[in-house]
């Protein structure tokens, strides 16, 4: 080894001096970024300093040639000519007014003074016929002259649009300003019209055309600013401003110059110089609010000409993508992308739907040519815009949408003015005239313009009209006004829509041929051309549906590993997503026909122009349903036949649940809104008179839905923010809870009593010193009273248990102790005592059902509507306790209780007599006066009658065939809501204090009347007997139990009711069966002793039955005999008695 290469160390230690190599590094990249930034500062000063410099001399030198320009023209001679007017007058002048007044952004008297006098110079130029002084020479002069000529006229033109911007009322010299405008525009009027030219002949009329044409080029481009100005100006008027009216016409007469020169049509995309204006015109013109509103008349008749229109949609059409950017762009410019009310983009919308309608009841004029064409490039344009308005608003939303009276607090009216003026513009979509005249184009060929120009994207436009595009626009108006209109919504669309005679029905049959095809049927039926094909895109394939459905399946389990404390490992996952063979699934379903294949994937499985279909005829069908009566929707069977009204019903049915259960975006969002709306309708008038095989409505669910226990804990751990858009089960059973069955949602109506019981007990509600059980006592001949005074006020607490001590008629306490049957003998009496009509707050329909209603007379008995409320506690007490109440409410009750909609058939339930009457008006085929009615109803009560207007001043309105609509709809809604809502919402705010709203939404109106009072009218007497007990020596082997079960089978369905009536106190089975009866039921031996010669003779036990109804307990002596078990138990079930008997 070399040792003088041997590594050596240094043992002096390191020096103080010495550092590191990466903070010599850094230290080093410190002192270059130093260096850097004084290079980069020095830079900066010196350019600061140029600018500024440049600026003063500018400045300065502007001042000196403004003097000397005031001294020209104040000795100027009588010759002149026009390079004088150019170079000695006009190009100064450009100079000082550019650097002084337009950068500067401000006028003053002296800058005003100097624009009077040039402009005045310009004109006295412009109208000499003297060749050697008018400035328009220059134009069709030598190149420099021309040159010359097109440099000055565009400053001119950039300095009107600078005047432009300055006249409004917060410039202090308006009307100066407004003066020297209006010349200035004059002169750009003549300029851009050759033909007014007094200097021109024959031999230059081309050159002064083009350049002309070069002039209004310039104009139409973005360079000029002239279409910003003239928006920032449009909207500082108003509609009285006739002060400006000359300034306003010459501006916009200019602003329409470049359509005057348009070629026929686009050749290609390098010629664009004066389509470059109609797109400014578009972006900044269209898109200003209220365009029609500011303008006079005339104006607004040059807007409306077609020459303006056409090209307009033309561009929107094959620059959409660059004129909605534009758009944002000039929103985002004006600091208003978030604070507008209306996008700029909406009132593009309704600024052309105003101009396209030449009238109130028409398009455009009869004369005009080729009219189809026009409603095809208008429709569409309406589409393209309107889905991108659509996109902004109902992902991000517009301020204040929702806060409409928080919003008028604060700022008046002024807010919801603008969307009410917004809305206005947008008033012909909802006249008839205006579908009527899109439907009779509909399917025509559309006669193309002959041009060898034509590009093949204006091609497309020349297709024809068809029902898909007139859905799509009306689809498009519904979402807009459901956003957009502050006040009564998409109303004003829907009863136009609703009423066209036979669209719904073509709606329908075009939904039917793509949703629901016979015999391999396609979309091709529909329509013509493109709109063929567009039915069978972003249809989901079979593997997208797989995963769909997966991923539903493991979202579930994940949820009850969540339950149960286990991690799903990769075995349980594979066997959760495959289940059952795919092929057995298929089958499966493809044997349900009223699980609509096509729809299994919800909204995100069909195309965008389904979705609009289905969302138009949704929207549609529920509103015209509200209207349709039982005669007409069952009997004539209008709009459609009930066949159909089932295959509707089923293909609502698979959307809805599919959307719920998978989730659907912000898009589809007024989609679902729609359809479940009309799902509901639908299934309520099938739950009032059945058209629908129950099969129909569980279809749906059949192989998808979980267990039902697991669903209710679903929906009570996993609520969804949003039920109609996120996926979730719970959803599925708040929305569409008919596609489980009926005893399912018993199961989950107990799950969630359950459950909130649990919860209560875990918050310490139950064990907390202030929530033990409640004590009262009442007596025996006031139940009603005294539990009124003793429970009213402890609103849900009435979840805890009740104690109960009775007294007696002599004012003594009744011997006992309450665990659990006096509070169910409470209960049982004060609902005997309270619904009983002769108490006043409840009365009986006239129908053969007699069921119960709140009586009109309840408002003036003394605490009526506060008694109404706390019998609907007594009632959710009754519910929540699971005892039955043998008592069942009318439909109409029901409906207001769960928040749904009364049709007015619904009124032959509750006032038959009513209902034939008013039908009988709907369809009185003379003359109404004849009848002498008003728009008044009459009441009695005790004695005295009392007259109430139906509406306002309604004594004084005569019902006529004209309004006898009215009269029918205000005296059922009078008899249905008016008349009834003061006692459903008591009862309501009482009922809802121990059960949720949404339990009670699990079931229709006769389903709740089930679950209040059990099942059907008979008994199933194998299940009572598994459930029952023995008590006091009997067993179900005793002689004298084998005879009761063999007697019991041997009565009459209406014998066993009454039995139970006499045992429990209600005559139907709980409707899980008597596992669920509470208390369980008893029967106890009665000993009764019998003489050994009574015996041997035959006699048998006189002693009668009893029962102890809070119990549940019949008491049965022991009986030897069928027949006489038979006989005693008949006595004693029929004599309305039951404790005393014993």
Same mark, same amino acid.
């Given at each position: 080894?070399?040792?003088?290469?041997?590594?050596?160390?240094?043992?002096?230690?390191?020096?103080?001096?010495?550092?590191?190599?990466?903070?010599?590094?850094?230290?080093?990249?410190?002192?270059?970024?130093?260096?850097?930034?004084?290079?980069?500062?020095?830079?900066?000063?010196?350019?600061?300093?140029?600018?500024?410099?440049?600026?003063?001399?500018?400045?300065?030198?502007?001042?000196?040639?403004?003097?000397?320009?005031?001294?020209?023209?104040?000795?100027?001679?009588?010759?002149?000519?026009?390079?004088?007017?150019?170079?000695?007058?006009?190009?100064?002048?450009?100079?000082?007014?550019?650097?002084?007044?337009?950068?500067?952004?401000?006028?003053?008297?002296?800058?005003?003074?100097?624009?009077?006098?040039?402009?005045?110079?310009?004109?006295?130029?412009?109208?000499?016929?003297?060749?050697?002084?008018?400035?328009?020479?220059?134009?069709?002069?030598?190149?420099?002259?021309?040159?010359?000529?097109?440099?000055?006229?565009?400053?001119?033109?950039?300095?009107?649009?600078?005047?432009?911007?300055?006249?409004?009322?917060?410039?202090?010299?308006?009307?100066?300003?407004?003066?020297?405008?209006?010349?200035?525009?004059?002169?750009?009027?003549?300029?851009?019209?050759?033909?007014?030219?007094?200097?021109?002949?024959?031999?230059?009329?081309?050159?002064?055309?083009?350049?002309?044409?070069?002039?209004?080029?310039?104009?139409?481009?973005?360079?000029?600013?002239?279409?910003?100005?003239?928006?920032?100006?449009?909207?500082?008027?108003?509609?009285?401003?006739?002060?400006?009216?000359?300034?306003?016409?010459?501006?916009?007469?200019?602003?329409?110059?470049?359509?005057?020169?348009?070629?026929?049509? +686009?050749? &290609?995309?390098?010629?664009?110089?004066?389509? #470059?204006?109609?797109?400014? /015109? !578009?972006?900044? =013109?269209? @898109?200003?609010?209220?365009?029609?509103?500011?303008?006079?008349?005339?104006?607004?008749?040059?807007?409306?000409?077609?020459?303006?229109?056409?090209?307009?949609?033309?561009?929107?059409?094959?620059?959409?993508?660059?004129?909605?950017?534009?758009?944002?762009?000039?929103?985002?410019?004006?600091?208003?992308?978030?604070?507008?009310?209306?996008?700029?983009?909406?009132?593009?919308?309704?600024?052309?739907?105003?101009?396209?309608?030449?009238?109130?009841?028409? +398009?455009? &004029?009869?004369?005009?040519?080729?009219?189809? #064409?026009?409603?095809?490039? /208008? !429709?569409?344009? =309406?589409? @393209?815009?309107?889905?991108?308005?659509?996109?902004?608003?109902?992902?991000?939303?517009?301020?204040?949408?929702?806060?409409?009276?928080?919003?008028?607090?604060?700022?008046?009216?002024?807010?919801?003015?603008?969307?009410?003026?917004?809305?206005?513009?947008?008033?012909?979509?909802?006249?008839?005239?205006?579908?009527?005249?899109?439907?009779?184009?509909?399917?025509?060929?559309?006669?193309?313009?002959?041009?060898?120009?034509?590009?093949?994207?204006?091609?497309?436009?020349?297709?024809?009209?068809?029902?898909?595009?007139?859905?799509?626009?009306?689809?498009?108006?519904?979402?807009?006004?459901?956003?957009?209109?502050?006040?009564?919504?998409?109303?004003?669309?829907?009863?136009?829509?609703?009423?066209?005679?036979?669209?719904?029905?073509?709606?329908?049959?075009?939904?039917?041929?793509?949703?629901?095809?016979?015999?391999?049927?396609?979309?091709?039926?529909?329509?013509?051309?493109?709109?063929?094909?567009?039915?069978?895109?972003?249809?989901?394939?079979?593997?997208?549906?797989?995963?769909?459905?997966?991923?539903?399946?493991?979202?579930?389990?994940?949820?009850?590993?969540?339950?149960?404390?286990?991690?799903?490992?990769?075995?349980?996952?594979?066997?959760?997503?495959?289940?059952?063979?795919?092929?057995?699934?298929?089958?499966?379903?493809?044997?349900?026909?009223?699980?609509?294949?096509?729809?299994?994937?919800?909204?995100?499985?069909?195309?965008?122009?389904?979705?609009?279909?289905?969302?138009?005829?949704?929207?549609?069908?529920?509103?015209?349903?509200?209207?349709?009566?039982?005669?007409?929707?069952?009997?004539?069977?209008?709009?459609?036949?009930?066949?159909?009204?089932?295959?509707?019903?089923?293909?609502?049915?698979?959307?809805?649940?599919?959307?719920?259960?998978?989730?659907?975006?912000?898009?589809?969002?007024?989609?679902?809104?729609?359809?479940?709306?009309?799902?509901?309708?639908?299934?309520?008038?099938?739950?009032?008179?059945?058209?629908?095989?129950?099969?129909?409505?569980?279809?749906?669910?059949?192989?998808?839905?979980?267990?039902?226990?697991?669903?209710?804990?679903?929906?009570?751990?996993?609520?969804?923010?949003?039920?109609?858009?996120?996926?979730?089960?719970?959803?599925?059973?708040?929305?569409?809870?008919?596609?489980?069955?009926?005893?399912?949602?018993?199961?989950?109506?107990?799950?969630?009593?359950?459950?909130?019981?649990?919860?209560?007990?875990?918050?310490?509600?139950?064990?907390?010193?202030?929530?033990?059980?409640?004590?009262?006592?009442?007596?025996?001949?006031?139940?009603?009273?005294?539990?009124?005074?003793?429970?009213?006020?402890?609103?849900?607490?009435?979840?805890?248990?009740?104690?109960?001590?009775?007294?007696?008629?002599?004012?003594?306490?009744?011997?006992?102790?309450?665990?659990?049957?006096?509070?169910?003998?409470?209960?049982?009496?004060?609902?005997?005592?309270?619904?009983?009509?002769?108490?006043?707050?409840?009365?009986?329909?006239?129908?053969?059902?007699?069921?119960?209603?709140?009586?009109?007379?309840?408002?003036?008995?003394?605490?009526?509507?506060?008694?109404?409320?706390?019998?609907?506690?007594?009632?959710?007490?009754?519910?929540?306790?699971?005892?039955?109440?043998?008592?069942?409410?009318?439909?109409?009750?029901?409906?207001?209780?769960?928040?749904?909609?009364?049709?007015?058939?619904?009124?032959?339930?509750?006032?038959?007599?009513?209902?034939?009457?008013?039908?009988?008006?709907?369809?009185?085929?003379?003359?109404?006066?004849?009848?002498?009615?008003?728009?008044?109803?009459?009441?009695?009560?005790?004695?005295?009658?009392?007259?109430?207007?139906?509406?306002?001043?309604?004594?004084?309105?005569?019902?006529?065939?004209?309004?006898?609509?009215?009269?029918?709809?205000?005296?059922?809604?009078?008899?249905?809501?008016?008349?009834?809502?003061?006692?459903?919402?008591?009862?309501?705010?009482?009922?809802?204090?121990?059960?949720?709203?949404?339990?009670?939404?699990?079931?229709?109106?006769?389903?709740?009347?089930?679950?209040?009072?059990?099942?059907?009218?008979?008994?199933?007497?194998?299940?009572?007997?598994?459930?029952?007990?023995?008590?006091?020596?009997?067993?179900?082997?005793?002689?004298?139990?084998?005879?009761?079960?063999?007697?019991?089978?041997?009565?009459?369905?209406?014998?066993?009711?009454?039995?139970?009536?006499?045992?429990?106190?209600?005559?139907?089975?709980?409707?899980?069966?008597?596992?669920?009866?509470?208390?369980?039921?008893?029967?106890?031996?009665?000993?009764?002793?019998?003489?050994?010669?009574?015996?041997?003779?035959?006699?048998?036990?006189?002693?009668?039955?009893?029962?102890?109804?809070?119990?549940?307990?019949?008491?049965?002596?022991?009986?030897?005999?069928?027949?006489?078990?038979?006989?005693?138990?008949?006595?004693?079930?029929?004599?309305?008695?039951?404790?005393?008997?014993?």
């Amino acid at each position: 080894m070399d040792l003088n290469r041997k590594h050596k160390v240094s043992l002096r230690g390191a020096s103080s001096g010495e550092i590191s190599r990466d903070a010599l590094l850094a230290k080093v990249s410190q002192e270059r970024e130093l260096r850097s930034y004084a290079r980069r500062a020095n830079a900066a000063s010196l350019l600061i300093q140029r600018v500024w410099r440049s600026y003063i001399v500018r400045k300065k030198a502007a001042i000196e040639i403004q003097e000397e320009w005031e001294i020209l023209l104040s000795s100027r001679s009588d010759t002149l000519t026009k390079s004088w007017v150019s170079s000695s007058v006009l190009r100064p002048f450009l100079f000082f007014i550019r650097a002084l007044s337009v950068q500067h952004q401000k006028i003053n008297a002296r800058d005003i003074h100097c624009m009077q006098t040039c402009f005045k110079i310009l004109l006295e130029s412009i109208n000499s016929n003297d060749q050697g002084f008018n400035f328009c020479s220059l134009a069709v002069g030598t190149i420099e002259e021309s040159k010359t000529w097109a440099c000055q006229t565009r400053k001119m033109v950039s300095l009107c649009s600078f005047l432009l911007i300055e006249c409004n009322y917060s410039q202090e010299r308006i009307r100066d300003v407004i003066g020297v405008s209006a010349l200035l525009l004059r002169i750009l009027i003549v300029l851009t019209d050759p033909k007014s030219w007094k200097v021109i002949t024959k031999d230059n009329f081309e050159d002064a055309e083009t350049a002309g044409k070069m002039m209004i080029q310039f104009i139409g481009s973005c360079k000029s600013g002239y279409y910003s100005a003239v928006r920032r100006y449009i909207k500082t008027l108003t509609k009285h401003t006739d002060e400006r009216l000359l300034i306003t016409t010459s501006a916009v007469t200019l602003a329409l110059r470049p359509f005057q020169v348009r070629q026929p049509a +686009f050749v &290609d995309e390098n010629q664009l110089d004066t389509n #470059l204006a109609v797109e400014e /015109y !578009v972006s900044l =013109i269209l @898109t200003i609010p209220q365009l029609v509103c500011c303008l006079p008349s005339a104006l607004i008749r040059a807007l409306k000409h077609r020459s303006i229109l056409m090209p307009c949609f033309h561009t929107i059409l094959i620059l959409k993508d660059k004129i909605l950017t534009r758009i944002s762009e000039m929103e985002h410019l004006e600091n208003q992308s978030c604070t507008m009310e209306i996008p700029s983009v909406g009132w593009a919308i309704g600024n052309i739907i105003s101009l396209a309608t030449v009238s109130e009841t028409d +398009f455009m &004029d009869p004369q005009e040519s080729n009219p189809e #064409l026009f409603y095809v490039l /208008y !429709v569409r344009v =309406i589409v @393209t815009l309107s889905e991108n308005l659509l996109s902004q608003v109902e992902k991000v939303g517009i301020r204040d949408t929702h806060l409409d009276t928080e919003a008028t607090s604060k700022t008046g009216k002024g807010e919801n003015s603008v969307k009410i003026s917004f809305v206005e513009l947008l008033r012909p979509v909802c006249q008839q005239w205006h579908l009527a005249k899109l439907l009779a184009v509909s399917g025509k060929e559309i006669r193309v313009i002959a041009d060898k120009d034509a590009s093949t994207s204006s091609k497309k436009a020349s297709e024809a009209l068809g029902l898909l595009d007139i859905a799509r626009l009306y689809s498009c108006m519904l979402r807009i006004f459901c956003v957009l209109n502050p006040v009564v919504g998409p109303l004003p669309v829907l009863n136009m829509i609703s009423f066209c005679p036979g669209y719904i029905v073509s709606l329908w049959n075009s939904l039917d041929s793509v949703l629901l095809p016979k015999n391999g049927c396609t979309a091709d039926d529909l329509s013509h051309g493109s709109v063929k094909s567009s039915w069978n895109t972003r249809s989901p394939s079979e593997k997208k549906l797989k995963h769909l459905k997966n991923d539903g399946v493991n979202r579930w389990v994940n949820v009850l590993n969540k339950f149960s404390g286990k991690s799903p490992g990769p075995r349980e996952h594979v066997e959760c997503t495959s289940d059952q063979p795919e092929s057995s699934q298929v089958n499966e379903s493809t044997d349900d026909v009223w699980d609509v294949e096509t729809l299994r994937g919800g909204p995100v499985g069909i195309s965008k122009d389904v979705s609009c279909l289905l969302h138009l005829f949704c929207a549609t069908y529920a509103h015209l349903l509200v209207v349709l009566d039982d005669i007409q929707f069952y009997e004539k069977q209008v709009p459609f036949m009930l066949e159909k009204q089932r295959r509707i019903a089923s293909m609502l049915n698979t959307l809805v649940y599919n959307g719920l259960l998978r989730g659907t975006g912000p898009e589809n969002r007024q989609l679902m809104d729609s359809a479940i709306r009309c799902l509901h309708l639908l299934y309520e008038r099938d739950c009032r008179h059945p058209f629908c095989p129950s099969a129909l409505w569980l279809s749906p669910g059949k192989t998808s839905r979980p267990p039902i226990a697991f669903a209710a804990r679903t929906h009570e751990v996993l609520p969804a923010s949003d039920v109609v858009t996120s996926p979730s089960m719970g959803s599925v059973i708040t929305i569409t809870p008919h596609v489980f069955p009926f005893e399912e949602r018993v199961h989950v109506f107990r799950e969630f009593i359950s459950i909130d019981k649990a919860s209560r007990k875990m918050a310490g509600e139950v064990d907390a010193p202030g929530a033990r059980s409640i004590e009262i006592v009442v007596r025996r001949g006031h139940v009603v009273e005294d539990g009124f005074r003793q429970l009213n006020s402890i609103g849900s607490r009435l979840k805890s248990s009740i104690h109960v001590s009775f007294v007696n008629e002599s004012g003594l306490p009744e011997a006992g102790l309450d665990y659990g049957g006096l509070s169910k003998e409470f209960l049982t009496d004060i609902t005997k005592a309270a619904f009983a009509t002769e108490y006043g707050l409840f009365s009986q329909t006239p129908t053969s059902d007699r069921l119960l209603v709140p009586s009109p007379s309840a408002r003036h008995l003394e605490n009526g509507v506060q008694m109404i409320e706390f019998l609907g506690r007594i009632v959710g007490k009754a519910l929540y306790e699971g005892i039955l109440l043998d008592y069942s409410f009318s439909h109409v009750f029901i409906q207001k209780l769960l928040g749904r909609y009364s049709f007015i058939d619904e009124l032959s339930g509750l006032d038959p007599e009513l209902y034939r009457n008013l039908m009988y008006i709907k369809n009185y085929d003379g003359d109404l006066k004849e009848l002498c009615l008003d728009f008044t109803v009459t009441e009695e009560f005790c004695g005295k009658m009392s007259i109430i207007e139906l509406k306002p001043g309604g004594k004084d309105i005569s019902v006529m065939n004209e309004n006898k609509m009215q009269y029918i709809h205000a005296m059922a809604d009078y008899k249905l809501n008016r008349q009834i809502v003061p006692f459903s919402n008591a009862f309501y705010r009482g009922l809802t204090d121990l059960i949720s709203p949404a339990w009670l939404k699990l079931f229709n109106a006769h389903e709740f009347n089930q679950l209040l009072s059990g099942g059907n009218h008979d008994i199933d007497v194998d299940d009572l007997r598994r459930n029952t007990k023995y008590t006091g020596g009997y067993s179900d082997s005793s002689r004298t139990i084998k005879i009761f079960w063999e007697v019991m089978k041997g009565f009459e369905p209406n014998e066993r009711c009454l039995l139970l009536k006499f045992v429990t106190s209600c005559s139907r089975a709980p409707l899980l069966g008597f596992k669920y009866l509470q208390p369980t039921f008893i029967i106890h031996k009665v000993s009764c002793d019998t003489s050994l010669w009574a015996a041997i003779g035959g006699q048998d036990v006189e002693r009668l039955p009893s029962a102890s109804t809070c119990y549940n307990t019949l008491k049965l002596p022991t009986y030897k005999r069928a027949s006489t078990m038979r006989e005693k138990l008949l006595y004693a079930i029929t004599s309305n008695a039951g404790f005393e008997l014993s």
